[in-house]
């Protein structure tokens, strides 16, 4: 049994591919489905955000099953394989775990710590449950996942006054304007980042907020919040030119800001600068509005020389969280293997135990004489027997090694005693995945 993690992210690819790969809520369920029809695939779940695309596969063939996914991002991206490959990572079993567990932690996030990650990922979970991709082993990878994520904000100073996507913007605009106060932002969308950066915007300065989203209630939701102004969409380009800051977080497929727009609100601004920052991925605002006269326009890669400054004071606490996610990786490792091993132990145990019934039966013959504290003595000595000489075998199969090795004894074992595994393993997953999508749907 393998867990495989393949996907890209901030640091190995650009915000133009990851925009390419973001996938929405509504296709999900699809993607998932087809790729546990797979046969090297048995369990499935996909995590993607603004700085990640990662799929989380439980395989006993990892290379047909990276192979599997790596096709999946090729034609998701409309690229060709090698163009795509270039920028994804591939890990197995102990580095995937790890990885999982890092990410879950906000140790691998373009914000180092930010809390935002961990509900991303329980949602993929979620996800995967709901698609039926999600079995036993998946179940139990993120219920570790999450506890290693725990352990790691409260024993360790990582989640302490991590800073976010949104206050990154709000240094950035400090850098352009100097003062923020008195300046009018205006933000295109109304979710979670967007309510994040109106807390940073409003507590340094900013006066006037206009929020403009697709459904008008929850604009006028969150302007309420804020003393602020609701729009709808269609109205962005009448209040575009009174928009100091613009931060733009809609979740939209398409540009929903376009130059001719913004070139229009500069004329208005008669040249006032513009700060534009678009944390959506794909992404919301047009890249060639960048190249308007005072139109300062960022993506959510630009943020990353922001970011960097943040990074160097928590390194040491993101060591402390590390070794907890080492901790944690090995306890899970451990149950995963015990899970592959268990099977064959009992499968064996079973057998064993069979044939010496069986020479029990035939050696009774010889002990019509024997009263039956003398049987009893001979049953003893043929358990004791079987015990001892099968206890270094089942010992060594419980604590396999998670690499070749172990699939080496574990195929050795199940010829020498001739058991008719993988079948008997598989269906005893099969099983296990079973009854627990029955009491997630229950």
């Known amino acids: 049994m393998r867990i495989c993690h393949i996907g890209l992210n901030h640091k190995t690819a650009p915000v133009e591919l990851r925009e390419r790969l973001a996938v929405s809520e509504d296709e999900i369920a699809d993607i998932l489905q087809q790729r546990v029809q797979c046969p090297a695939i048995r369990e499935a779940a996909l995590l993607s955000t603004c700085n990640r695309v990662e799929m989380t596969v439980v395989t006993h063939d990892p290379d047909a099953a990276i192979a599997t996914v790596h096709e999946w991002f090729a ?69 570790s996942t999450f506890a290693a994520a725990k352990r790691a904000r409260s024993e360790t100073g990582i989640g302490k006054q991590a800073v976010n996507i949104s206050s990154c913007a709000v240094e950035l605009a400090r850098h352009i304007f100097g003062d923020l106060a008195g300046k009018t932002v205006l933000l295109m969308g109304a979710g979670e980042m967007a309510e994040l950066a109106a807390r940073h915007l409003r507590g340094n300065g900013c006066t006037d907020i206009l929020v403009a989203n697709r459904t008008l209630k929850r604009a006028r939701n969150l302007a309420m919040e804020f003393e602020g102004h609701a729009l709808t969409m269609d109205q962005l380009t009448d209040y575009l030119d009174a928009a100091d800051i613009v931060l733009s977080s809609t979740g939209a497929s398409t540009f929903v800001l376009l130059p001719d727009a913004v070139e229009a609100a500069m ?57 907890i996610i080492a901790e944690e990786s090995i306890q899970f490792q451990r149950w995963l293997k015990s899970l592959e091993s268990v099977p064959l132990i009992r499968s064996i145990q079973q057998q064993m135990e069979t044939r010496r019934r069986e020479e029990m039966e035939k050696a009774l013959r010889y002990m019509k004489d024997f009263d039956t504290s003398q049987i009893e003595a001979v049953e003893r000595f043929s358990k004791a027997l079987m015990k001892r000489y099968m206890h270094p075998t089942l010992s060594t199969l419980k604590k396999l090694p998670d690499d070749i090795e172990g699939d080496l004894l574990m195929g050795a074992a199940t010829r020498l005693f001739d058991i008719e595994s993988p079948s008997n393993e598989s269906d005893s997953i099969k099983s296990l995945r079973k009854g627990h999508n029955e009491h997630s749907s229950g």
């Open 75 to 143: 034609a998701k991206a409309g690229m060709d394989m090698e163009d795509v490959c270039e920028h994804l990572y591939s890990y197995n079993t102990d580095d995937a775990i790890k990885h999982l567990f890092s990410v879950a932690s906000g140790l691998d996030s373009l914000v180092l710590g930010e809390p935002q990650i961990l509900g991303q990922v329980k949602a993929s979970y979620e996800h995967a449950l709901a698609a039926g991709s999600a079995g036993h082993v998946l179940h139990r990878l993120y219920q």
């Open 267 to 323: 004329k208005k601004r008669r040249s006032k600068p513009m700060f534009l920052v678009d944390i959506a991925v794909p992404r919301d605002i047009d890249p060639r509005i960048g190249d308007i006269d005072g139109a300062y326009l960022y993506d959510i890669d630009d943020l990353q020389q922001v970011v960097q400054g943040n990074v160097e004071h928590r390194e040491q606490e993101a060591q402390l969280a590390g070794n």
